[in-house]
């Protein structure tokens, strides 16, 4: 039908003004009279005319070229030559486009004139040009409208308007022209802002038919684009009209559950920064959004969490929290808008057919977490960290509500430390899923290799022309914009998380003060204080250092130097200090350095072993005999003191040497770590070797008996240290001979009291053969 219509407005010349897709080319060029008298025979100026040219523009160019003072300008209007004497009638509306009213004539072209009016007579003449103009467009609509709703096989009838509309160059901008000055004042402002209504109500109207009979497996889009933004338009031009509000609202819930192809996955790109827009300007007035409210709740009934990150996707920089807040309780209809839908709501993939229709604001925080955590420094994780920096602070003042706490304690069984400790287990993913935020940025732009090629030579030479360009040029062009684009992710993740901690603290002191509960939540733990260390480029500058005091011995016991090794030595035995230290710190020296810094440490500490004064031997590195607990022994052992022994028994030129002293402690060490000495033991009789000589002694028995029971670790790390040290000690240099038999015979007798308390001899001192030699 619409065919057959089409086919004979256009013989009949009349389609352009009864049709609503008539595709009519405009005319290619306008002729302007100037403003003088008809007998002066004055010399018209002509102007191309492109498919957007507006009169506004021909106005502009007729009165440069007729030289129309600039205080008068406001005065003239353009007129339709051939009407004159109509003139009320038509004057040209300057925002209007030529196309729309002039069309492509063969050897003919349209005329304008350049008339002066008053500007009060000129606004009444454009009130009444408008006025019948928007009656001949509502004309053209409904009639399009009635033959949709009352026609048989109207699929393949819409399939048809759906084409042509949107091959038209002038859909959707004239369902949506509103000159919203001429509704403003005058003897026809009024009649016009209805009429203005009625018009887009007729577009809404014949929207919604057409989503009705289209199929709804439409893949893309882009098929139904242009036809949203007719209703988005016309909700932003109308928002606060009942009628408007309530017809779109249904028509956007009827599209989202009849194209669930389009709405699964970027639907509602399309429809939610305008409702979120009027949302935020409409605060005031209730109905508005409540009405937004409840097409909310509906959408995410539909299609719950895919809604929840489309919404978030396309409002990530105007987020009101509001909006998700009202996920969280029931809200009304006030306009009776499930009427006009056409289709029960009912979740659409049936995976959420069992859930609840509700959904609390943290589990759109741990969406967005789960997006970020996926990829951090992709676009789409760097809107939901820009959503979590928007909603989180807000979220953290909501919770302090009393009302609100009450709410979820009643629907949800969540208290406010509930609600904290699960914002801190979201908080403490994101930071440990965004590690590679942490990669340092080391960009070297593409650059042009400057190798130019003479006609009659082979070789190649870069010329200063290009190496200046590679060098200078694409900095001053591209870094900065390349710093910014590496800086946003993190920098709103630093102001995220840091506003974070800063509140919650501040929060859970008043509550630990007023309940008086002594549980503590962790806000962050030691994984999220890691901080991501060259240890490559640590190690050399470590190797520097060590060159150095090869060179210069006399600074090792410069301060500077004492207090550098002294940290190194607690990284690599990951030593945590509980009292003044940062988190951060401490959470750093809880991880094991690789191995390529521990062994520049272990190097700087031999050198500072040998060269170092008196009190920097290896018992005051260590810090004597007495360790507080066993892992602290155990890894003071395996990543300093057999590494140490290793190195300065590898026989190697280049390895500094240490006193005896420093390996009768050594063995002393890890002796008193399998075997220490008791509170209360039997008088010790010490042998006449071992009274001789200046190395640390422990002497004892075998009734000597351990408060507290050694773990088998301990145990293997303590023999495997012995076993390494005496097999090592033909290369390790010491002063003296008497010192180390001295001591290989104290750790004998040590060995054998400890081995016995273990079982592993019996107490003929015989080895016992049952005992597998594991610790060995």
């Known amino acids: 039908m619409f065919k057959d219509l089409k086919q004979i407005l256009r013989k009949e010349q009349c389609d352009a003004s009864i049709l609503l897709t008539a595709n009519v080319p405009s005319a290619k060029k306008i002729i302007v009279h100037g403003p003088q008298d008809p007998d002066a025979c004055g010399i018209p100026s002509q102007f191309p005319v492109q498919e957007d040219t507006q009169f506004c523009q021909i106005l502009h160019e007729a009165l440069d070229f007729f030289g129309i003072e600039d205080e008068k300008q406001d005065e003239y209007f353009l007129v339709d030559y051939k009407t004159l004497s109509l003139v009320e009638d038509q004057i040209r509306n300057p925002s209007a486009y030529v196309r729309d009213y002039y069309f492509f004539k063969r050897s003919q072209y349209p005329q304008l004139e350049l008339v002066h009016m008053e500007p009060d007579k000129a606004f009444h003449a454009l009130q009444k040009q408008e006025l019948v103009h928007k009656f001949v467009e509502s004309g053209k609509v409904l009639l399009t409208w009635a033959i949709l709703k009352n026609v048989d096989m109207v699929v393949q009838r819409v399939v048809f308007l759906h084409e042509e509309l949107m091959k038209l160059p002038s859909f959707p901008r004239k369902a949506l022209e509103s000159d919203l000055d001429l509704y403003k004042g005058g003897s026809l402002g009024k009649e016009l802002l209805g009429l203005d209504v009625l018009h887009k109500f007729m577009w809404v109207r014949l929207i919604a038919r057409m989503f009705e009979a289209m199929a709804g497996n439409f893949a893309y889009s882009g098929d139904i684009h242009l036809f949203v933004n007719v209703l988005n338009g016309a909700l932003i031009l109308h928002s606060e009209d009942s009628c408007i509000l309530r017809y779109v609202m249904a028509t956007y819930i009827n599209a989202a559950f009849h194209f669930k192809n389009i709405f699964s996955t970027n639907g509602y790109l399309l429809i939610m920064p305008t409702l979120l827009k009027i949302y935020s300007n409409h605060q005031t007035n209730k109905l508005v959004t409540t009405t937004i409210e409840y097409a909310v709740k509906e959408f995410y009934t539909m299609n719950r969490k895919p809604f929840i990150l489309q919404m978030f996707g396309s409002v990530s920089a105007m987020l009101d929290t509001d909006e998700e807040g009202t996920l969280e309780t029931p809200s009304p209809d006030p306009l009776n808008i499930a009427e006009l839908v056409k289709e029960p709501v009912r979740a659409i993939d049936f995976c959420y057919h069992d859930e ?421």
């Open 356 to 776: 609840d229709n509700d959904v609390t604001v943290l589990d759109c925080i741990s969406m967005c977490v789960m997006v970020v955590s996926y990829s951090a420094e992709s676009c789409r994780g760097y809107q939901m960290l820009v959503i979590l920096e928007a909603i989180l602070p807000y979220y953290v003042d909501k919770i302090q509500d009393s009302v609100y706490i009450a709410n979820s304690i009643k629907r949800f069984k969540k208290n406010e430390k509930d609600i904290i400790n699960q914002l801190a287990i979201a908080i403490r993913c994101l930071i440990e899923n965004c590690a590679e935020l942490t990669n340092q940025r080391n960009y070297k732009g593409p650059y042009s290799p400057g190798f130019d090629f003479e006609d009659d030579s082979h070789s190649k030479f870069m010329s200063e022309h290009s190496r200046a360009k590679s060098m200078y040029e694409h900095d001053t062009e591209d870094s900065e914009m390349l710093r910014a684009e590496y800086r946003r992710p993190r920098d709103v993740l630093l102001s995220l998380v840091g506003e974070f901690v800063l509140k919650v603290n501040e929060r859970i002191a008043e509550i630990l003060r007023k309940e008086g509960d002594g549980k503590v939540i962790e806000i962050l733990d030691c994984r999220s204080h890691v901080r991501n260390t060259d240890w490559d480029a640590a190690a050399g500058l470590l190797k520097g250092i060590y060159n150095t005091l090869l060179k210069y011995p006399y600074i090792i016991n410069w301060h500077q130097i004492k207090q550098l090794i002294n940290v190194c030595q607690s990284l690599i035995v990951s030593e945590v200090c509980s009292e003044g230290v940062s988190g951060a710190t401490a959470a750093l020296l809880s991880q094991p350095p690789p191995p390529s810094f521990c062994s520049m440490v272990v190097r700087l500490i031999a050198l500072q072993v040998q060269d170092g004064q008196d009190f920097c031997g290896l018992e005051h590195i260590v810090g004597g005999t007495v360790v507080s607990t066993q892992e602290r022994i155990e890894s003071m052992i395996i990543n300093l003191i057999m590494p140490l022994c290793l190195r300065v028994g590898s026989g190697r030129k280049d390895v500094p040497r240490i006193k005896p002293s420093d390996v009768s402690f050594a063995i002393s060490f890890v002796l008193c770590a399998i075997c220490p000495p008791a509170q209360q033991t039997s008088t010790p009789k010490p042998s006449s070797d071992a009274k001789s000589g200046n190395s640390q002694t422990f002497f004892g028995t075998r009734e000597t008996k351990s408060l507290e029971r050694i773990k088998d670790s301990l145990y293997q790390v303590g023999f495997l240290a012995l076993k390494m040290i005496t097999g090592q000690s033909s290369n390790i240099r010491i002063r003296t001979e008497r010192a180390s038999n001295n001591q290989k015979q104290n750790s004998q007798y040590w060995i054998t009291a400890t081995n016995e308390q273990r079982g592993l001899v019996d107490g003929a001192g015989q080895s016992n053969e049952t005992a597998e030699g594991r610790t060995f």
